[in-house]
């Protein structure tokens, strides 16, 4: 392979069957192909229930494939993904610590000193703008200002892939953009694979090089892969009013409607709201 990087995450033909409680199979995914490039920022974009998490948790190595493959950086996955950082819609904060020790606890827990850990957690909280914030506890901060440290947790322990699931879904619209420019600032700075699921189609653009998108479940499908070809650094705010982006949005959009609507009518008769 010369001097290529390996491919970050791979998942081949992946299928995803969860066995129900009255002993019928539900298929989420169906023979899912994807591949995210050492340093590539891919979206998942698709209805509700239509099994983006579930890409996300095979990418993690918390479900197994029931046929096909998950290959992390070219070897198998068999158990948890080592290499990657997941972060949730829900904070995962332990609300007893401080900002700084929820940062800290990913290198304690793996053996560094506790003085190092706090200094390094210091510099995080610094570069994610929480500096001044590092002794106040988790209900004492904003929705916006808690994504913080949770970004900060989750990247101080430098995993080479970050899995977000809709991690900014909670926040209203202008937190979102500011942490998503946070995002893409950390991310140029040092580029990692990420996998960001999100059912925000101009969120997905704005941020990703490609977007994939995902068909109403059961048995969803990859049913689209569009390269996102605008120039970065990019700011999400202005990023939105370029024509290239109105263009890319139409024609994406144009497939994914009618998975939206599918989704909408299948969620309804299934008497979810």
């Known amino acids: 392979m010369g001097m290529t990087e390996p491919t970050a995450v791979a998942l081949d033909d992946a299928t995803v069957a969860f066995r129900l409680a009255d002993g019928r199979v539900y298929t989420a995914v169906e023979k899912a192909d994807l591949s995210v490039a050492h340093g590539e920022f891919v979206a998942i974009v698709g ?16 479900l197994r494939p029931a046929s096909g493959t998950a290959r992390i950086f070219d070897r198998p996955l068999a158990g948890l993904n080592r290499e990657a950082g997941y972060l949730f819609q829900a904070d995962a904060l332990f609300p007893w610590k401080t900002a700084i020790d929820n940062v800290a606890i990913g290198l304690e827990i793996r053996g560094t000193a506790r003085s190092e850990a706090l200094a390094r957690a210091g510099k995080w909280l610094a570069s994610v703008g929480l500096g001044a914030f ?23 322990r430098d995993p080479k892939i970050l899995l977000m699931d809709e991690p900014f879904g909670p926040l209203d619209a202008q937190t979102r953009q500011i942490m998503g420019n946070l995002l893409l600032e950390l991310w140029t700075a040092d580029r ?67 998975q939206v609507m599918k989704g909408y009518a299948q969620s309804s008769q299934a008497g979810a709201a």
């Open 134 to 156: 590092a002794n106040r506890y988790p209900h004492m901060l904003s929705g916006g200002q808690r994504k913080r440290v949770a970004l900060a947790q989750v990247l101080i």
């Open 192 to 258: 990692k694979a990420v996998l960001f699921v999100t059912h925000d189609l101009e969120e997905a653009i704005a941020l990703a090089d490609r977007v994939v998108i995902m068909s109403a479940g059961p048995g969803a499908r990859i049913i689209g892969d569009w390269r996102v070809t605008l120039p970065r650094p990019r700011d999400i705010s202005e990023v939105r009013m370029e024509k290239d982006f109105h263009a890319l949005h139409k024609e994406i959009w144009n497939v994914l409607k009618d």
């Open 47 to 62: 209805p509700t229930g239509c099994g983006k998490s579930t890409l996300l948790n095979v990418a993690a190595g918390l």
